[in-house]
C-alpha cells in the first residue's frame, strides 16, 4: 500500500482473506479448560498427504488443528465434534480435491469407485 493508511474498505478485504485462512474456535479439554485454537486450512502441497488419512478421523482433526494426535484425544466428545465439523467446512477445498481424483479415476477405470465403495478389490485388467 505504499506507506499509505488502508482504506476501510482495504481492511475489510484483509480481514476476509485472513478468515479464509483459518477459523478460530473454543475447545474444552477433558480437565475442564477451554483454549481457543485457529484451524488451518490444508495447503495445496499437502492435499495428497491429508487424504491418506482419509480414514482416520483423529488424524485429520489433529492436522485441521496443527496439533499431535495425542492432543486430540485430551478434547471433550463435544469440542472433538465441533473441531471435526468446522474443520471440514474451513477444508471444503480438500473433499473437492478428494472429488476430482475420485472422477479422474472413474475416467481411467470405470466402475473401479462402485468397487471400492463395495470393498471389492478391482478386476485384474485385461491387455
Sequence with gaps: MNGEKPTDQQSE????ETAAIGKEITLKYQDGKDEVVTLREIPIY??????????DEEALAA??????????????IESYELLV???????????RYLRRQANRMET????????ALAGRPPAAQKV
Design 13 to 16: 478485504e484483509k480481514k476476509l
Design 108 to 115: 481411467i477405470r470405470p466402475g473401479i469407485m462402485a468397487q
Design 63 to 76: 492436522r485441521y488443528a496443527g496439533r499431535e494426535r495425542s492432543w486430540v484425544r485430551s478434547l471433550t
Design 85 to 95: 465439523t468446522e474443520g471440514e467446512r474451513v477444508n471444503a477445498h480438500f473433499f
Design 46 to 55: 499437502l492435499l495428497n498427504k491429508a487424504a491418506m488419512d482419509l480414514g
